[in-house]
């Protein structure tokens, strides 16, 4: 936390520039909230303690845990997507208060292997409550012939961004993955 007072200067986006879908909405309450913080063991004030909230923090209300946000995302999108998430990036930029109901919002300007999503208000819909960047997994299609039966590993090396196969040249024949597999 900054120990700052509660910036109240809401970031808003304008409605039309942005085009994107609603996946799904959802309406966090104050026990969605206060549960969360007891499940997290985060045991701060804002997110359970109205009065404190209101007037030791500056905040309207009690407010939602960063990480909260994201996990819900992240639970929304998955069905979506038709690829286990690799990276996820992600930015709050504004308090999500309770009962408000938010809009789980996909971009449709998504790259391949690349998604952009948003929580928004649902009633308010250029009041953006976090952007995220998704990298997925692309589609593996490796192709294995082994000539002679024998033990090797064949694994991708993150960081010459290469296979390393351990075992003997003569123990395999080929191995081709798909381009851009880890």
């Known amino acids: 936390y900054t120990n700052s007072p509660a910036n109240k200067t809401a970031v808003k986006m304008p409605v039309g520039e942005e085009n994107y879908k609603i996946l799904k909405n959802f309406t966090v309450t104050d026990m969605d909230i206060v549960a969360y913080g007891q499940m997290s063991l985060n045991p701060h004030r804002i997110h359970w303690d109205k009065e404190y909230s209101r007037y030791v923090e500056g905040y309207d209300d009690i407010i939602m845990q960063g990480p909260f946000s994201v996990q819900l995302l992240q639970k929304c999108i998955q069905p979506f997507l038709e690829q286990p998430i690799r990276q996820l990036r992600y930015r709050n930029l504004n308090y999500i208060y309770p009962n408000t109901t938010l809009s789980i919002c996909q971009s449709l300007s998504s790259s ?4 952009t ?21 692309l589609p593996v299609i490796v192709s294995l012939q082994i000539i002679t039966t024998c033990v090797f590993l ?15 040249e003569r123990d395999y024949h080929n191995i081709s993955p798909s381009p851009g597999w880890r």
Do not use: P
């Open 154 to 168: 064949v694994s991708w090396n993150n960081t010459s961004s290469c296979w390393t196969v351990e075992g003997h």
């Open 112 to 115: 391949s292997g690349m998604y």
């Open 117 to 137: 999503f948003q929580i928004r208000d649902l009633q308010k819909a250029n009041l953006v409550y976090m952007k995220a960047d998704v990298f997925c997994w």
